[in-house]
């Protein structure tokens, strides 16, 4: 089967909904970004605009988000948890989020920034929402 699929249709189809569940009965948030820091992105991602989509992202989480970032290239030791916790300090987490950290160097273990992610979590309550948010390349099928 051969799968293709229109870009821009692709981006238009997600809409940002401000809202949270109100039925949901969360009182709290956990979310990780894994972020793509392969050499792929050279050409996938020119520009960095994951990170000013990771930072729209951040701005809007509720205040009291608990956030933690993990950048993922050719794997051990390059892929890292860039904060070693979670934290609710929003600029700190978008400080990561720089050339500085993000410089495209080699291959791509997503697999290892997943697993990465996983330890940064620290709720045990069903009342916290536990989200992560996983930033690739895109790679059409032709």
């Given at each position: 089967?051969?799968?293709?699929?229109?870009?821009?249709?692709?981006?238009?189809?997600?809409?940002?909904?401000?809202?949270?569940?109100?039925?949901?009965?969360?009182?709290?948030?956990?979310?990780?970004?894994?972020?793509?820091?392969?050499?792929?992105?050279?050409?996938?991602?020119?520009?960095?605009?994951?990170?000013?989509?990771?930072?729209?992202?951040?701005?809007?989480?509720?205040?009291?988000?608990?956030?933690?970032?993990?950048?993922?290239?050719?794997?051990?030791?390059?892929?890292?948890?860039?904060?070693?916790?979670?934290?609710?300090?929003?600029?700190?987490?978008?400080?990561?989020?720089t050339?500085?950290?993000?410089?495209?160097?080699?291959?791509?273990?997503?697999?290892?920034?997943?697993?990465?992610?996983?330890?940064?979590?620290?709720?045990?309550?069903?009342?916290?929402?536990?989200?992560?948010?996983?930033?690739?390349h895109?790679?059409?099928?032709?």
């Amino acid at each position: 089967m051969l799968f293709r699929s229109d870009r821009v249709k692709h981006y238009e189809s997600f809409a940002w909904e401000d809202v949270w569940d109100a039925e949901a009965e969360y009182d709290s948030v956990e979310i990780v970004l894994v972020i793509d820091d392969s050499g792929s992105m050279d050409w996938n991602d020119p520009y960095f605009e994951r990170l000013n989509v990771a930072r729209t992202l951040i701005d809007k989480l509720p205040d009291n988000s608990k956030i933690g970032l993990v950048r993922f290239d050719g794997g051990y030791p390059k892929t890292e948890a860039l904060t070693k916790t979670l934290t609710t300090d929003k600029e700190y987490v978008k400080n990561f989020l720089t050339r500085t950290y993000f410089y495209s160097p080699g291959g791509t273990d997503m697999y290892n920034g997943i697993q990465k992610a996983f330890p940064l979590y620290e709720a045990t309550e069903e009342s916290t929402l536990k989200m992560m948010v996983v930033f690739d390349h895109y790679q059409p099928l032709l």
